[in-house]
């Protein structure tokens, strides 16, 4: 069973930085990505990073966002830098391997003016 914890959430004021982690079990996956989840919206997509390290980022993210991993730390990184208030949310971890896909309980990032 794969397990993944996210942290580093926290309050943070509009141009700030926070960087999220998702601690997973085991070593090999297909991919690994970041999706949040504001109040009253559904859950979105905001970045990828594959096996092999390729990454992609959202619309909204592309620029600030960046997403890394360390494979000695079985760990996932997501550096969230020039923060707007719209990127206020629930942000989740999630990995897909062989076909499942595995979710963390996701960690509240709150962006303040």
């Known amino acids: 069973q794969v397990k993944l914890v996210e942290s580093g959430g926290d309050l943070v004021q509009a141009g700030g930085s926070l960087r999220l982690s998702c601690a997973f079990s085991g070593s090999i996956f297909n991919w690994m990505g970041w999706y949040r989840q504001a109040p009253g919206k559904q859950r979105e997509w905001v970045a990828r990073?594959?096996?092999?390290?390729?990454?992609n980022y959202a619309d909204p993210v592309k620029g600030r966002f960046t997403i890394s991993r360390d494979n000695a730390k079985n760990t996932v990184y997501l550096q969230m830098n020039s923060l707007k208030l719209e990127d206020t949310a629930v942000y989740y971890c999630k990995l897909a391997q062989n076909g499942m896909d595995y979710w963390g309980k996701g960690t509240l990032v709150t962006v303040s003016s």
């Open positions: 990073i594959t096996g092999g390290g390729s990454t």
